[in-house]
């Protein structure tokens, strides 16, 4: 089987819709922001950026030169391994640039620290742009048909906890916790949320395609209940003719045969051995009139109380 290139992956998809929305100053200087916050080195003298996304390879470029004036602030290096998916690693270099790059969004250039409190944040009109910065950092999120996940995945526990929280006082939604080796990771499962988060940071498209996997897949588990419910009453239907032809070959093989029964009885054993396929409510509407299926279902009863007593005579 042929591997699935990186473009191909809904992760993919999901940050290049997301850097591709990234317009404006305010906007880009929030997404610049939690790129920064979230990205590989965060130092006085390194900030490094690494990604396996072209699109955001230069979404973090474009929003560098316009804080620097420096086109050429960054140095990128195309880092490939075999079976995996190239990866961009994008440094600012020079003193100055990050200085500029740090003015710009707010963090201290002598002392460039990851934690962020609320009045650090950018206000509720570009909090979607920082949020989308720290998933085109940190974030991924799995194609809705293998899984509901979508996760942010940090270096450091302090920050994975501002995340979490900045997600219950601002969202609304609570995440969940867990560590994968020297990595911290907050992660949500349900589809909803993450349908609200792929919506907030501008990937409403992709967010759509959730929505529609999950009514697809609301739809399937409907067809199979459906349909499972079909076999369960079709096998319980065969039990049922099978126990009532059972029956009449008891009495038919007794003494007077279906003779001893009364026309009603006699009727309807002789209709069940003609049709034993029919359900209970087609051997009722076989009658002419029709029987209600309480009445036939009655006259079944009386036929295997019947053959239960005459197993029951001593030989």
């Known amino acids: 089987m042929a591997k699935i290139s990186n473009t191909e992956t809904f992760s993919y998809k999901v940050k290049s819709e997301t850097a591709g929305n990234i317009i404006g100053r305010k906007r880009s200087d929030a997404c610049l922001l939690g790129m920064l916050l979230f990205c590989n080195t965060l130092e006085a003298d390194s900030i490094v950026f690494q990604t396996e996304n072209d699109v955001c390879r ?12 420096n086109e050429k602030a960054v140095t990128i290096t195309e880092i490939k391994k075999r079976g995996r998916p190239r990866l961009f690693s ?4 020079k003193p100055s640039d990050r200085r500029a790059v740090y003015e710009r969004v707010g963090i201290d250039p002598a002392n460039p620290s990851r934690y962020f409190k609320d009045n650090r944040l950018p206000k509720e009109k570009d909090l979607g742009a920082f949020v989308a910065g720290a998933f085109l950092a940190c974030g991924s999120v799995l194609h ?16 994975c906890n501002d995340l979490g929280q900045m997600f219950i006082d601002r969202l609304g939604i609570i995440g969940k916790y867990a560590q994968r080796r020297s990595s911290h990771i907050l992660y949500l499962k349900e589809s909803e949320h993450i349908e609200d988060v792929l919506t907030l940071i501008g990937a409403t498209l992709n967010a759509l395609e959730i929505m529609n996997v999950k009514i697809l897949k609301d739809i399937r588990n409907h067809v199979n209940r459906a349909a499972n419910c079909d076999v369960a009453n079709a096998e319980k239907q065969s039990r049922s003719s099978e126990r009532q032809i059972n029956a009449i070959q008891i009495i038919e093989q007794s003494d007077g045969g279906l003779s001893q029964l009364s026309d009603e009885l006699r009727e309807i054993a002789e209709m069940r051995l003609e049709n034993p396929e029919f359900t209970l409510a087609e051997i009722a509407e076989a009658f002419d009139p029709p029987l209600s299926r309480s009445g036939a279902n ?10 239960s007593e005459l197993t029951k005579k001593p030989v």
């Open 90 to 93: 994008l440094r600012i270099d």
């Open 298 to 307: 009655h006259r079944f009863k009386r036929l295997e109380q019947i053959a």
């Open 144 to 159: 809705p048909e293998k899984e509901y996940h979508l996760e942010f995945v940090m270096s450091e526990l302090s920050l």
């Open 58 to 69: 230069d979404l973090f470029i474009r929003m560098v030169t316009h804080a620097t004036q």
